[in-house]
């Protein structure tokens, strides 16, 4: 009897979740297919059933990773869209997101997807595009920020958390974050 559609989504779900937290651990060079199966409790045919390559997996797990983001979520209808933004910079800018909990792709494989195909970078790439469109269609509902700021703003808070997360004392990366969250309010209009 074959497995339900519904089935083959979670299964699917799983091994996305799977192989974003391998590859934002250690890397996609050092991430096996054997790997991620076995880190989901799944066999390695299983793969197959579900991604033609390890490649496109990571394509998607940067995608999944995106649309389950704390910016994906949709804005309480009670919160103006400016507490909005400065709830999504507290917490992006947090030792909590630093420390890989509801980790942003963009900050943890900013490195890695250097290396990549154009599969890979297509889907960086689009995911950091709907970051900044996200945030400067908040911040221009209350300020006059240009989309130049926001790239700014978007390419400091990425850094920043990239940075900290190499870093072992939790006093710095407390400075790090907090001095850059004071220059992207700035940036955007004061938040």
């Given at each position: 009897?074959?497995?339900?559609?519904?089935?083959?989504?979670?299964?699917?779900?799983?091994?996305?979740?799977?192989?974003?937290?391998?590859?934002?651990?250690?890397?996609?060079?050092?991430?096996?297919?054997?790997?991620?199966?076995?880190?989901?409790?799944?066999?390695?045919?299983?793969?197959?059933?579900?991604?033609?390559?390890?490649?496109?997996?990571?394509?998607?797990?940067?995608?999944?990773?995106?649309?389950?983001?704390?910016?994906?979520?949709?804005?309480?209808?009670?919160?103006?869209?400016?507490?909005?933004?400065?709830?999504?910079?507290?917490?992006?800018?947090?030792?909590?997101?630093?420390?890989?909990?509801?980790?942003?792709?963009?900050?943890?494989?900013?490195?890695?997807?250097?290396?990549?195909?154009?599969?890979?970078?297509?889907?960086?790439?689009?995911?950091?595009?709907?970051?900044?469109?996200?945030?400067?269609?908040?911040?221009?509902?209350?300020?006059?920020?240009?989309?130049?700021?926001?790239?700014?703003?978007?390419?400091?808070?990425?850094?920043?958390?990239?940075?900290?997360?190499t870093m072992d004392i939790e006093d710095d990366i407390s400075t790090l974050l907090c001095s850059t969250r004071k220059e992207a309010g700035k940036l955007l209009g004061g938040i």
């Amino acid at each position: 009897m074959p497995y339900t559609k519904q089935h083959k989504d979670k299964t699917r779900q799983r091994i996305l979740r799977s192989a974003f937290q391998l590859f934002t651990t250690k890397g996609f060079e050092c991430v096996t297919i054997n790997d991620i199966m076995k880190n989901c409790g799944l066999t390695r045919g299983a793969f197959y059933a579900h991604f033609d390559s390890k490649v496109m997996l990571y394509s998607k797990a940067i995608e999944l990773a995106a649309n389950n983001s704390q910016l994906a979520q949709l804005k309480p209808i009670q919160i103006s869209d400016q507490k909005w933004l400065i709830q999504l910079l507290d917490f992006y800018l947090s030792i909590e997101h630093v420390k890989g909990e509801r980790a942003c792709p963009l900050a943890f494989l900013v490195t890695d997807v250097v290396t990549q195909n154009s599969e890979a970078k297509i889907a960086y790439s689009k995911t950091y595009k709907g970051m900044n469109d996200l945030i400067y269609y908040y911040a221009n509902k209350y300020s006059h920020c240009s989309k130049a700021q926001v790239m700014a703003v978007t390419a400091m808070i990425i850094g920043t958390v990239a940075i900290a997360r190499t870093m072992d004392i939790e006093d710095d990366i407390s400075t790090l974050l907090c001095s850059t969250r004071k220059e992207a309010g700035k940036l955007l209009g004061g938040i």
